[in-house]
């Protein structure tokens, strides 16, 4: 039996695989941001009650997949703005605490998405593989011949701070001009205001629809605005998308991998946002053959991640 979990700010889903890599239970747990002993607590006695009257489970190795800058030799998170608390912790040490008996594997929460599409989803079959995870932020992921691309300081794969416009919005790491100050759901929504408060046609059907919901538009909600004709909200998409796709672009040029899969919240767009992202990434792209790479959605939803870290501990198992 292998455990693969996925932390971010507000909940921990997992993934529970038994030996014949046959997926047996998923679900989630609360998350305390500010301290990981409190948060994986309780974790055994929930896995307990699916093995009723029998044997204690004992995950042979658990996979644990966080956001932020992962150093896995020495199983320590670094910077991770949705768990501030768990910085510079040792997070084997808290693991070994609740299975004194499992090993244990830590990776970046998207690189262990893309991991997942990579043994389950959208990347089957492909060895080298991109992935951008448009959520709060964007979160990026890089696969070269099976291999997650960690780099010399665990610091690659940071696709959503490639600085695209150095004049650019101020992103949330202190930049100007990032991919994620455009793509990510914050920028979105802060996107989404302003052009509430502008004069722009659309403009006054964005403010009714802010009304209605009580709140700021977020990205689904400026997704159903669009599809409904609102030609202000479409080309908010097209913004991000063709910002997008110049960092997609970028990304062919410098890696020529076999496929590019676009997740996270922000990609439930679907065309809205990866129309303008593949035609200006089309228009980027240097080598003939990369101009028709597949630029797909990924297909493995919320527990990708969780999934991924299973495959990661499965595998590290394997390999001694
Ligand atoms: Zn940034």
Known sequence: MHLGLDTGGTGTKFVLVDADGETVGTGEIPTNP???VDSFGYLPNMLNQWQGDREPLVPRVVGLACAGIVDP??????????LPGWEGRDLGAVLRRVFPASGIVLVND????????????AGQGCRDLVMLALGTGVGGGVLVDGKLLTGGHHGAAELGHMVLDPQGPVCRCGNRGCLEAWAGSVAL?????QAAQGEDDGAADLRRRAQDRGCD????DLAEAAAAGNELASSIYAEAGTRLGQAVGNLLNVLDPDKVIIGGGVAQAGELLLEPCCREARRIVL???ARETPIVPAELGVHAAAVGACWLAREAEAGG
């Open 34 to 36: 500010d301290d990981p």
């Open 189 to 193: 929504r802060h996107r989404a205001r």
């Open 73 to 82: 030799e020495n199983l320590t998170l670094g910077r991770s703005p949705n």
């Open 110 to 121: 998207v690189n262990a998405a893309l991991y997942g599409e990579y043994r389950q989803g």
């Open 287 to 289: 080598a003939e053959g």
């Open 217 to 220: 538009l977020d990205p689904r």
